[in-house]
């Protein structure tokens, strides 16, 4: 627990000076005050969370973070349990989604088996295996608190190691084969919401499938009793490895004082796992996309945020947050390269 600790003790509140400063300088810039809407929020944000005015375009990196789960064994996804080690070799090989969008926004893909079920030898492969996927939450816990922190605290160790080869910007990404279950039990266990009000199709079960999920999910929920006041306890009993990673990732980049995209359902989960454990760490998120997964808006809801961008989309990998790269690096843009009223000899209004 001592990383985990440290991580939550260094996460402080965006700085306000350097916010200020920012607002300032938005609205000398030649157009309406505000009339850039959500860009200028971001560029605000961005200050506020770097500490200066003065932003720079940064590097970027989407960490995907992969791990199996037990609970596969009730049917609950569209896809077979190997399918995970499978896309991870896609990704490492350059051939997925997420690839294609990162490498259009000129961000880096970075793998993580956080629990995967098959043995997979890559070099590109980053290994922080806690163990060899989750236990079948309906019959009992996914893992022990000490695998849970574990997880977390891997997380946490990754986003300081990609902070200091000068990363300035993460976004989350996840494979899972039947990630969405332990998901929309985290959520339902941690807002005291109803298995009908957080299951969604995922892969994209047929009628049967989506009736299974949410047997699962009410299972789990009565079998483990998590303790919805204690984030580490629902990680333990109804969550996933990956999931985890991301929750302990989203702390470490506040804790380094770098934004966090985040993406969808299952990302958003972790997100709001992580701002159980320090709220500070909230005002880091930057939330990329709504997703089609059922549980989305109301995880995004808990945490007061609103997404950039509504596409229908429900992939996940992390490639709604690749998609908004290039957003955060207009707002940084346009508050360095347009003119003021002042340089421009525009009249003001």
Known sequence: MEKLQKAIEAVRPLDERAME??????????????????LEEL???????????????????????????????????AFPQEV???????????????NVLAGQAGADVVCVDMG????????????????????????????????????????????????AQG???????????????????????????????????????????????????????RTNRPDSEDPLDVIAKVGGLEIAGLAGLVI?????????VIDGFISTVAALVACRLVPAAQAYLIPSHLSEERG???????????????LGMRLGEGT????????LDAAVQVLNKMATFDSAGVSES
């Open 21 to 38: 400063e920012t607002r300032r300088r938005l609205d000398r810039l030649t157009k309406p005050p505000g009339s850039l809407g959500r």
């Open 296 to 310: 989305h808006r109301l995880a995004l809801g808990q945490l007061g945020l609103d997404p950039l961008l509504h």
């Open 43 to 77: 560029a605000v944000q961005l200050a506020g969370i770097a500490g200066t005015s003065e932003l720079a375009v940064v590097r970027k990196a989407v960490v995907v973070m992969a791990g199996d789960h037990g609970v596969c064994e009730e049917g609950v996804s």
């Open 116 to 163: 995967i079920k098959a043995q997979l030898k890559d070099e590109r492969l980053i290994s922080r295996n806690v163990r060899a996927g989750t236990a079948n939450i309906v019959r009992g816990p996914a893992m022990t608190r000490e695998e849970a922190v574990r997880a977390v605290e891997a997380g946490i160790g990754l986003a300081e190691e990609l902070a």
């Open 252 to 260: 470490g980049a506040a804790a380094n004082r770098l934004p966090v």
């Open 84 to 98: 995970t080690g499978q896309m991870v070799l896609n990704f490492l090989n350059g051939g997925a989604a997420i």
């Open 167 to 221: 990363v300035g910007v993460l976004a989350t990404g996840e494979m899972g084969i039947g990630n969405t279950t332990p998901s929309s039990a985290m959520l339902a266990a941690l807002c005291g919401l109803e298995p009908e009000d957080v299951v969604g199709r995922g892969t994209g079960v047929d009628e049967a499938g989506l009736v299974r999920k949410r047997e699962a999910v009410a299972s789990a929920i």
């Open 320 to 327: 709604g947050a690749a998609l908004c790269f290039p957003l």
